[in-house]
């Protein structure tokens, strides 16, 4: 019992921290999830991390709050879900509160202004940042499939202008599509090396 009390306190005060100090919207908290609980406390591996951040972006609401709910549950079951979910809100709750009273004062506020604008560029920074780790992991994997697919969605959405709604469907049949065929292979016997690279493990 003491120990679930520790983890529980633990994902608190994680969330609390990663939602407090997460500005420029629900991108930003990937970078600062993976560096908390990826490489300082190790509660998931980075292959997880992407699979998390698949499963946030995905479902609705906030990336954030999904991202909580999914470690909050892995860690500590429905008591982690909740504790997670509950410091994840409460940092923005009790900010745009204080905004909501002061809003006429922080709008005419020409250094707050500056500020914001600011931070506008770190933000694009750190979310640069997260993308090319994420993008190394896939490659360093060698996984043909997963690098055509994160490629294709790269350029379909930077260039090409597709809708990120229609990048994700896509992305799920496809994901579909390779586990049928990986559980085709290995249903039928062993892989072969050229089985395993067609299907891209």
């Known amino acids: ?37 990826v490489d300082q406390y190790h509660w998931i591996e980075e292959k997880e991390m992407l699979d998390l951040i698949a499963i946030a972006e995905s479902a609705p609401g906030a990336i954030a709050v999904n ?17 997670a979910v509950v410091a994840t809100i409460l940092p923005p709750f009790v900010i745009l509160s204080l905004i909501s009273v002061f809003y006429d004062v922080f709008r005419e506020n020409v250094l707050i202004s500056q ?28 996984r043909i499939f997963s690098i055509i697919i994160m490629g294709v969605s790269f350029a379909a959405a930077s260039f090409f202008g597709v809708n990120v709604i229609y990048v994700i469907l896509a992305c ?20 072969t090396r050229m089985d395993e690279r067609r299907a891209g493990l």
């Open 115 to 142: 500020m914001l604008t600011g931070m506008q560029a770190g933000v694009g920074a750190v979310i640069a940042s997260v993308t090319y780790d994420m993008a190394v992991g896939v490659v360093q994997e060698k």
């Open 172 to 191: 799920l049949a496809l994901g579909i599509f390779q586990t049928i065929l990986n559980k085709g292979i290995h249903k039928n016997g062993h892989p």
């Open 1 to 37: 019992m003491g120990e679930k009390r520790k983890i529980l306190f633990q994902i608190f005060i994680s969330t609390l921290y990663l939602s407090a100090f997460t500005f420029g919207g629900g991108y930003v908290i990937v970078t600062l999830m993976k560096k908390k609980f």
């Open 67 to 83: 991202g909580a709910v999914v470690v909050g549950y892995k860690l500590a079951g429905a008591a982690g879900v909740v504790t």
